[in-house]
Nanobody, 126 residues
Framework: QVQLVESGGGLVQPGGSLRLSCAAS????????VGWFRQAPGKEREGVSC????????YYGDSVKGRFTISRGGAENTVYLQMNGLKPEDTAVYYC???????????????????WGQGTQVTVSS
């Protein structure tokens, strides 16, 4: 079975950094597109950063470009999201997600993913 478990969230001051981890099991990362999504209270879930399994190409939402980096560790089958220069508006529950790799669909659209973790809270506040 496909299982995703997020960790690494917490409280951080504006300008600080966090690294989120998503431990994946039940599949090989190279065969799946993976992504990080977030949802703040009263807002729709949005794509933050995603990676295609086939060629490793990445997508970043406009609001996080230059601040966030997605990566994967093959041996440990883990997906990471390094978040730098955090802002209060980054506060949300962050989810990792996966789908069978698909070159013909948008890589970071919420509706395209069918496997989801339970989420980890990120709060940016002084």
């Amino acid at each position: 079975q496909v299982q995703l478990v997020e960790s690494g969230g917490g409280l951080v001051q504006p300008g600080g950094s966090l690294r989120l981890s998503c431990a994946a099991s039940g599949f090989t990362l190279g065969n799946y597109d993976v992504g990080w999504f977030r949802q703040a209270p009263g807002k729709e879930r949005e794509g933050v950063s995603c990676m295609r399994g086939g060629d490793g190409s990445t997508y970043y939402g406009d609001s996080v470009k230059g601040r966030f980096t997605i990566s994967r560790g093959g041996a440990e089958n883990t997906v990471y999201l390094q978040m730098n220069g955090l802002k209060p508006e980054d506060t949300a529950v962050y989810y990792c997600a996966a789908r069978i790799r698909n070159l013909f669909r948008p890589v970071c659209s919420t509706g395209q993913y069918n496997y989801w973790g339970q989420g980890t809270q990120v709060t940016v506040s002084s």
